[in-house]
């Protein structure tokens, strides 16, 4: 069964300053999709960031960049000049084999602190 | 543009009873998936639907059943509810169906079965 292994439960970081969510993926597939996805106190699902596997440049939006370490099947999302609005829950998701489901993680609590 | 959105927020119903929850693509949106989230399993995939069509299912047992109208407004329906179906049911839409589409979050029925 493919997986998604988010190894940090939760997290903590200062305003301003920049920290690192880990992702481990399993998947046989050739082609797919990573993604991560943020989960405020509202309860929406929020995308945050998307990267295809056969390409080699990380994606990055805005604040928010990762590192994608394909024969590792790692994918970390880095959060810079963190802001007290990025608390929530962050969940890293692939995509399946029948490409139509996403796998995600347990997810990881960030928390902004001033 | 409206977001996607889920109706009820909230539902209480008590074992054996049946419930339907209701949910609004994104204006456009073709495709439609459902979700189940408690704390002890994390995000799991329901189904999928596209052009009225099921497309993809997870596995959940028969009680669990959806569908989508011509206007690509979904419903889920659990009947003979169990106390273990006490869950958030996030709902999904993207403009197509396929992998890597990016999935646009409501902000979820909260299903409490007493």
């Known amino acids: 069964a493919q997986t998604v292994t988010q190894s940090q439960p939760e997290m903590s970081v200062q305003e301003a300053e920049t920290v690192t969510l880990s992702c481990t993926y399993d998947t046989s597939e050739n082609n797919y999709y990573l993604f991560w996805y943020k989960q405020p106190p509202s309860r929406q699902m929020i995308l945050v960031i998307r990267?295809?596997?056969?390409?080699?440049q990380n994606a990055t939006e805005n604040r928010f960049s990762v590192n994608f370490q394909k024969a590792a099947k790692s994918f970390s999302l880095k959060i810079s000049d963190s802001q007290l609005g990025d608390t929530a829950m962050y969940f890293c998701a692939s995509t399946s084999n029948s490409g139509y489901a996403l796998n995600f993680g347990k997810g990881t609590s960030l928390l902004v602190t001033p | 543009k409206a977001g996607v959105t889920q109706t009820p927020r909230y539902l209480i119903k008590t074992r054996g009873q049946q419930v339907t929850l209701s949910c609004s693509p994104i204006?456009?949106?073709?495709?439609v998936s459902w979700y189940q989230q408690t704390p002890g399993q994390g995000l799991q995939f329901l189904f999928e639907?596209?052009?009225?069509?099921?497309?993809n299912k997870g596995n959940f047992p028969g009680r669990f059943s959806g569908r989508q109208f011509s206007n690509s407004r979904s419903e889920m329906n659990v009947s003979t509810l169990e106390l273990g179906d006490s869950a958030l049911y996030l709902c999904a839409s993207s403009l197509e169906q396929g992998s890597g589409e990016k999935l646009f979050f409501g902000s979820g029925t909260q299903l409490s079965v007493l």
């Open positions: 204006s456009g949106h073709r495709s």
């Open positions: 990267q295809e596997a056969y390409k080699q």
């Open positions: 639907y596209f052009s009225e069509t099921q497309r």
